[in-house]
């Protein structure tokens, strides 16, 4: 092979554009073609292109997800999204059921949080559950790390959070025996338990990491969290090269907030999951700054972290996209476009850390919008970006 190696200046693909009243607005022009690589990534097809089902869901979901495909059509990512609109107040469930059917279809999808409304029939089943389930999405990964430019009580976190996706808590069983009395069901079983424990050590060893922490209940509920609990003992058996502790819910959460470095990578059923994901949120700066991803053993789907809809401030421009735009980096490293997923996320982290341009969530007076042009306008400044692996 050559030396020399096709570069593409980013500053001939993104050009500003002035607009009304001289304000300055950056928009693509025409993707170049670019030098056909050797490597293919697994759901490429029509040309290189990916097809990725896009579920706007509720709340500020909808527009967050908006500004996600105006900057991937700015980057000229080679994504085309199959928008399928989910309405969580129909009773229904013909509307997951096409998501579902799209996600099979296309391998992957990026998704918006959508309601679960407590105050609906208990028949009602959560759709974000549905999908998860359908799809035998078992892990729910979090990487919640310090960010440069967010000013936190703790500095220097680094917590990989394997949550249990499809039973515990979440299987949606219960029923009330007589009027006053209510069963509800925690499903823990074997074969899961065993799973996820096995994906949070491979985890943990192909990414370097040194200590897998299982959080669990297992002193009160000793049949159902002590069989989580053994099966993660018999996994980390096969892995002496990775120390493993256990840790009670309750302290956990109590050592999450008082000194979250000791913590590595965590692996729990799904409820404490839940619970954990959000204190750990929260400890590096909110809900609009951590991505979430949904694996299984065929299918991917990637959202926040923390799965809040965000009703309160829909519509309203005030919105952190950071998490939601994070969300969308670890899709496109999930199908192999890895420069671009690497050129945008350095895009936000400038924005965060050199420009300091945050949303009101941060302290900050920016609007979701400005934070999207700024992050734009990174990308730009960002210099040339190689065809290898595009």
Not at 33 to 48: F, L, V
Not at 76 to 83: G, K
Not at 307 to 331: F, H, V
């Amino acid at each position: 092979m050559s030396a020399a190696r096709s570069v593409l200046s980013l500053s001939k693909i993104l050009q500003p554009w002035t607009g009304l009243k001289g304000s300055t607005v950056m928009r693509p022009v025409m993707c170049t073609r670019r030098e056909k690589s050797s490597y293919t990534p697994p759901p490429a097809k029509y040309g290189g292109r990916h097809t990725v089902t896009l579920i706007p869901g509720d709340g500020i979901g909808p527009e967050l997800l908006n500004h996600a495909q105006e900057l991937f059509r700015f980057c000229c990512v080679p994504v085309d999204f199959e928008v399928v609109n989910v309405d969580s107040s129909l009773t229904s469930e013909d509307e997951i059921n096409n998501a579902v059917t799209a996600i099979r279809r296309n391998g992957v999808a990026l998704k918006g949080n959508i309601e679960t409304n407590h105050n609906l029939p208990p028949s009602h089943k959560s759709r974000n559950n549905l999908l998860r389930t359908s799809l035998d999405l078992y892990a729910n990964v979090m990487h919640c790390q310090t960010l440069p430019g967010v000013q936190t009580r703790h500095k220097d976190i680094d917590i990989i959070i394997i949550r249990e996706n499809t039973e515990g808590e979440y299987s949606s069983l219960e029923h009330e025996n007589v009027p006053g009395v209510v069963e509800s069901l925690k499903i823990i079983t074997r074969v899961n338990s065993l799973r996820i424990a096995e994906y949070a050590f491979r985890q943990a060893r192909e990414k370097g990491r040194r200590r897998v922490t299982a959080v669990h209940k297992a002193n009160i509920m000793k049949l159902g969290d002590g069989l989580f609990l053994q099966c993660c003992k018999e996994v980390a058996a096969g892995y002496p090269d990775i120390t493993f502790d256990n840790m009670i819910v309750d302290n956990t959460t109590m050592q999450l907030v008082s000194k979250p470095q000791q913590f590595d990578v965590m692996v729990m059923p799904n409820l404490y999951g839940n619970v954990v994901s959000n204190v750990c949120a929260g400890l590096v700066g909110g809900p609009g700054l951590v991505p979430g991803a949904n694996y299984g053993k065929d299918y991917a789907v990637f959202e926040t972290a923390t799965r809040n809809t965000g009703k309160s401030i829909a519509n309203k421009n005030i919105a952190n996209p950071t998490a939601t735009l994070l969300a969308s980096c670890l899709m496109l490293d999930h199908v192999g476009l890895h420069d671009y997923a690497s050129m945008i996320r350095k895009a936000i982290l400038r924005t965060l850390s050199e420009t300091r341009l945050h949303t009101a969530d941060l302290g900050g007076q920016g609007t979701t919008s400005e934070v999207v042009q700024s992050i734009m306008k990174e990308v730009q400044k960002g210099g040339p970006l190689t065809s290898e692996k595009i």
